[in-house]
């Protein structure tokens, strides 16, 4: 029982480029979650999914897009990466009584 | 929309000391949970407690308590005994139990544990 894994843990990328960050659950939740991470800001959600094949936007939504095609994999997409979104990534899943677990995260940065 | 406020951005305590750590919120909600984060070095964020809002009783996990206070809002981490391995940033985080039940996030406190 692995949890929730992140791949990859480390990535640079150039203003402009792109790039998909993985989620993998094995616990079988339903729900779904992105989070970044700035210092001094906490976590704040990117992205959510409630199900397989759904997703919707969170509270700093532009410039990401995601995927559920599968029910254990939650997909973050930069199509044109810029030097804001050098932050740590965090997905989450949750489970039926409202506790969510957290990946290891992902450290972007973007030049 | 829900806030939540840690007002202590940096604490630190001796070895084997109790420390109290204050998260307060804001909502027109009553039915919610809140819990604690502990974020260590490795980034990893780890769950430390929860507690729902229904429940009166103070949520415990072993050397970590909780004192929720609903009417005024507040919610404190107190850590008993403190170890080296408590050294970390400690986020309250608050949901609502419905609609997309997303978490949100006070802005951390960092808590170092002094040998």
């Known amino acids: 029982n692995a949890g929730v894994t992140q791949t990859p843990k480390f990535r640079v990328l150039k203003t402009g480029q792109s790039m998909t960050l993985l989620c993998a659950q094995d616990?079988?939740?339903?729900?779904m979650y992105w989070y970044r991470q700035d210092p001094g800001m906490g976590l704040r959600l990117i992205h959510y999914?409630?199900?397989?094949?759904?997703?919707a936007k969170g509270e700093v939504p532009d410039g990401y897009n995601v995927s559920r095609l599968k029910k254990q994999n939650f997909l973050l997409g930069l199509e044109s990466a810029a030097p804001s979104q050098t932050s740590v990534y965090f997905c989450?899943?949750?489970?039926?009584?409202?506790?969510?677990?957290f990946g290891p995260g992902t450290r972007l940065t973007v030049l | 929309a829900q806030t939540v406020t840690q007002s202590q951005p940096e604490m630190s305590v001796q070895e084997a000391e109790t420390v109290t750590l204050s998260c307060t919120y804001d909502?027109?909600?009553?039915?919610?949970?809140l819990f604690w984060y502990k974020q260590p070095p490795s980034r990893q964020m780890i769950l430390v407690i929860r507690?729902?809002?229904?429940?009166?009783q103070n949520a415990t996990e072993n050397r970590f308590s909780v004192n929720f206070q609903k009417a005024a809002k507040s919610f404190s981490l107190k850590i008993s005994d403190s170890q080296l391995g408590d050294t970390a940033m400690y986020f309250c985080?608050?949901?609502?139990?419905?609609?997309?039940?997303?978490?949100?996030f006070g802005t951390g406190t960092r808590l170092t544990i002094i040998p």
């Open positions: 989450a899943s949750r489970n039926p009584s409202y506790t969510q677990y």
């Open positions: 616990m079988n939740h339903e729900y």
């Open positions: 999914s409630v199900g397989e094949g759904t997703t």
């Open positions: 909502t027109s909600e009553n039915n919610y949970y």
């Open positions: 507690q729902e809002a229904y429940k009166q």
């Open positions: 985080a608050f949901s609502p139990n419905f609609g997309n039940e997303k978490l949100t």
